[in-house]
């Protein structure tokens, strides 16, 4: 393992290097850190004799700016010359032309900054002093997609990130769509009846990225392996996370209000 991490480091983009963020992990360790810092401990001890913040028009305006970027990323996987036939037949190669290689990096480079952004979601809980929805299911999935996507960017921008990149961003576009609804009030509660679909969707999302990358190992890809071993643990384990949650939330609650007659406590997934 230490010799493939050698390894990584040393075949490193210096077109990468240059981009913000990206020359050395400890501005983005330090972005992790103080982030478990503030929902973990700050942001609650700060909030804990005030009254929650209603945040309603910023989330508002943090949702639809959600979907709107996430419609943008989708989109530059169509606006890139034959990039799904080039993909179909190279996905186990690093880019031979130098004008996809550029616009598939920086296209990493926007999705791996969106993951920044996505933080906003759990430091949005606390402000609004919803900390029961800061599980370790969020707070995990959150802050190891910045190191995930930190990690593909540095060391394997190739086009393997097209099917999975794609793959997420389209998820997200149906997520925050629903996020943007809620938003909006009351008036819209009749058309979030689809709230428990969303984890389906997430989990068939994982199913389809653990099957991608099982088979790139399968075809021997000449590729660094260690990030492509890691993104396979870290799909299992948000496989068994997200599939727990959807159990607690919508099997085991329905359950136990059948036999109480209480109300579902409506966990909330970001």
């Known amino acids: 393992m230490i010799i493939a991490a050698i390894q990584l480091w040393f075949i490193q983009d210096p077109m990468v290097d240059s981009w913000y963020l990206m020359r050395s992990p400890l501005p983005m360790i330090g972005l992790i850190i103080a982030y478990l810092y503030f929902v973990l401990d700050l942001g609650p001890r700060l909030m804990r004799n005030r009254e929650p ?7 508002v305006l943090y949702n ?4 709107l970027f996430s419609l943008w990323l989708c989109g530059q996987a169509f606006i890139i010359d034959d990039v799904w036939a080039y993909a179909l037949h190279n996905s186990c190669t ?11 990096t920086r296209c990493a480079w926007w999705y791996f900054f969106s993951k920044i952004i996505e933080l906003l979601d759990t430091v949005f809980f606390v402000l609004r002093k919803k900390q029961s929805q800061v599980t370790f299911l969020h707070v995990y999935h ?13 060391f394997l921008p190739s086009e393997q990130g097209i099917f999975i990149g794609f793959l997420n961003s389209f ?33 068939t999302q994982f199913l389809l990225m653990l099957f991608y990358l099982i088979a790139l190992i399968a075809m021997d890809c000449k590729l660094p392996k260690a990030l492509t ?15 727990d949650f959807y159990k607690k939330a919508y099997t085991e609650s329905k359950k136990n209000n059948f036999a109480n007659g209480s109300v579902i406590n409506d966990l909330k997934l970001e």
């Not at 071993?229 to 599939?243: C, D, I, K, Q």
């Open 229 to 243: 071993f890691f993104f396979v643990g870290n799909v299992v384990v948000f496989l068994y996370l997200f599939s």
């Open 94 to 104: 690093n880019p031979t032309s130098s004008i996809l290689k550029e616009a598939l």
């Open 64 to 67: 639809g700016y959600q979907v």
């Open 53 to 59: 913040f209603e945040l309603k028009k910023v989330l």
């Open 171 to 203: 998820v997200h576009i149906i997520m925050y769509t629903y996020y943007l609804l809620s938003a909006l009030g009351p008036r819209y509660q009749k058309y979030l009846w689809w709230k428990k679909y969303m984890t389906w969707i997430q989990l």
């Open 142 to 154: 959150h802050s190891i997609m910045v190191l995930f996507t930190w990690g593909y960017l540095k």
